[in-house]
């Protein structure tokens, strides 16, 4: 199965101000038809997890800007502009390119 | 919209079986892969299986294999998970999720198994 490491495992930030979360997979999540699976999920408190990410870099439907992703082979990030209070929660990676899907063990963001 | 939408919670003893079901609607049920993640109290997230649009093919995690079986009625676009031989382990929350160019764009909004005797 491949592994995927997130880091940091918490972050604290200040409203306003960036944020970086750092994704890792054991093994290249490049396709041969040129796509690389990686994806990034917010599980915000209480609710399930809502895709953000796809394909490393694109944003999912009405995903707001201030998120980007960024990355290639086994090497991610994830980029928060300006954290923003409803920001809060936790972050997953997770790789799909072959199975059995797995996630990084998340990062729990939260506003200092 | 696409809408997931679970059975409710479940309070199974050990070894004991449960059957949890998502029904989806917004959308045409038969033409995507579903899939099946759980989250145990405070942890994060662990794929369990998928299951074609079709409903004749199954892939799931060797963890489960031999305990779990996935299964969908496209008549009532209801999806169906069910986890035999329960353990206090298998306590978690039960997501079904809608399978989109290999990711998951939607998510039911969660069954809590509770396994205890």
């Known amino acids: 199965d491949i592994v995927v490491t997130q880091t940091p495992l918490s972050l604290s930030v200040t409203a306003g101000q960036p944020a970086s979360i750092s994704c890792k997979s054991s093994?290249?999540?490049?396709?041969?038809?040129?796509?690389?699976?990686l994806s990034w999920y917010l599980q915000k408190p209480g609710q399930p997890p809502q895709l953000l990410i796809y394909?490393?870099?694109n944003r999912f439907s009405g995903v707001p800007d201030r998120f980007s992703g960024s990355g290639s082979g086994t090497d991610f990030t994830l980029k928060i502009s300006r954290v923003e209070a409803e920001d809060v929660g936790v972050y997953y990676c997770?790789?799909?390119?072959?199975?059995?899907?797995?996630f990084g063990q998340g990062t729990k963001v939260e506003i200092k | 919209q696409v809408q997931l939408v679970q059975s409710g919670a479940e309070v199974k003893k050990p070894g004991a079986s449960v059957k949890v079901s998502c029904r989806a609607s917004?959308?045409?049920?038969?033409?995507?892969?579903m899939h099946w993640v759980r989250q145990a109290p405070g942890q994060g997230l662990e794929w369990m299986g998928v299951?074609?649009?079709?409903?004749?093919?199954?892939t799931y995690a060797q963890k489960f294999q031999g305990r779990v079986t996935m299964t969908r009625d496209t008549s009532t676009s209801t999806l169906y998970m069910e986890l035999s031989s329960l353990k206090s382990e298998d306590t978690a929350v039960y997501y079904c999720?809608?399978?989109?160019?290999?990711?998951?764009?939607?998510w039911g909004q969660g069954t809590l198994v509770t396994v205890s005797s």
């Open positions: 999720t809608r399978g989109w160019q290999r990711f998951s764009d939607y």
């Open positions: 917004g959308y045409t049920f038969s033409n995507f892969y």
């Open positions: 299951i074609n649009p079709s409903g004749d093919t199954t």
């Open positions: 093994q290249s999540l490049l396709h041969s038809e040129g796509k690389t699976y």
């Open positions: 394909e490393v870099s």
């Open positions: 997770m790789q799909s390119i072959q199975l059995p899907r797995t």
